[in-house]
């Protein structure tokens, strides 16, 4: 079977030949850039030039995926922040944030514009998709990604002010997560109209490391739900750092599956959540993958599948500066180890 094809009998819980490997976040690679005469900040601003450096990776390195976008600043975007895009910038600069939306505590009552799905560049990234799928649409999978309520809160106000606020005044971030629900619901749909087949729920700000898991189950988990309900395709929901304590809620979310990164104990998670369950996980894309050794590389995937996980995705993005022959190496190794669990 081909990687598309193994990737949709994954999320069918379809038998497979082997455990496959791919990712719901961005995962462009410096080599692809350059081979294809690109710069890192031109990709943000030109659906063809997105579309084409994310099929790279597939290309070059048999990736079993190509995801759009590559940046976490378009639902932000789009409901009015200023953002910049260092469009002249050499090496690698992602998009940030130049101007929140809400600058203070009377400002959290925001409205939402009817066409917000429209706005910015959601329709560039949706032309990207579309553009992935008549290039290497029939043999690999094509994802893409919105951001969670809470990462959305983190990106339009500061982070500082929402953390103090979801402990201090939670009845009032409630409103916000479930108006920001909306902002992603809208998104998500618009970017599920060009035909993706998954997307994947980033909501990385929500970890254990800062919110407890009662916090998760109360003021996370519902506009979670709503909006994963929402996505008719296949959804993974991702959230980083120390999820083992609420792995048992980011299943009530409802996703096909979740991802969890390198602080999570996947054999633990497994345990906990069954053998039928995706468990999608758990190498560090940059200590690993950019600058790890073949061996290292090597080991970590096989330690991955050993631990029990459905799917061998990162921890996050993959950092664009990724030697190939590390990346050649993990490949090598899914395919002569993944068929042997």
């Known amino acids: 079977m081909n990687s598309k094809e193994r990737v949709i009998r994954l999320f069918k819980k379809e ?3 082997r455990v496959p490997c791919f990712s719901g976040m961005g995962n462009v690679t410096e080599e692809g850039i350059n081979r294809l005469g690109y710069k890192f900040a031109g990709i943000h601003l030109n659906a063809k030039q997105m579309a084409d450096t994310a099929a790279s990776t597939s290309k070059l390195f048999g990736y079993e995926c190509a995801v759009v976008p590559v940046d976490l600043c378009l639902e932000a975007e789009a409901m009015g922040c200023v953002i910049n895009v260092y469009p002249h910038a050499e090496g690698i600069l992602y998009p940030t944030i130049k101007e929140k939306l809400i600058h203070n505590e009377e400002e ?13 560049r959601i329709p560039l990234v ?13 043999d690999t999978a094509i994802g893409t990604y919105v951001l969670g309520p809470f990462t959305l809160a983190g990106q339009v106000m500061e982070l500082n002010d929402l953390l103090k606020l979801s402990f201090k005044k939670p009845a009032k971030v409630a409103a916000l997560l479930d108006k920001l629900a909306d902002v992603i619901i809208a998104t998500a749909k618009e970017l599920e109209s060009a035909g993706p087949d998954y997307i994947t729920v980033r909501e990385m700000g929500a970890t254990s490391d800062v919110l407890s898991p009662r916090v998760f189950k109360s003021l996370i988990l519902p506009p979670l739900q709503k909006i994963i309900k929402e996505i008719k395709i296949p959804t993974v929901l991702h959230i980083c750092g120390k999820t083992n304590d609420i792995v048992p809620f980011m299943m009530e979310a409802n996703p096909t599956a979740i991802s969890v990164e390198q602080k999570n104990d996947v054999a633990e ?11 999608f996980g758990n190498f ?9 050794s073949e061996e290292l590389v090597r080991e970590t995937m096989r330690k991955c599948i050993d631990n029990g996980v459905s799917a061998v995705w990162p921890g996050c993005d993959i950092w664009p500066t990724v030697p190939p022959v590390n990346f050649n190496a993990m490949m090598d190794e899914i395919k002569k180890y993944g068929g042997k669990k």
């Open 15 to 17: 038998p497979i030949d």
């Open 108 to 120: 959290m009552e925001i409205s939402i514009a009817v066409d917000v799905a429209k706005r910015g």
């Open 269 to 279: 998670t497994r345990k906990k959540l069954g053998p039928d369950a995706l468990i």
């Open 284 to 292: 560090d894309p940059y200590n690993v993958l950019v600058a790890g």
């Open 126 to 138: 949706k032309e990207a998709i579309g553009l992935l799928k008549a290039d290497i649409g029939n």
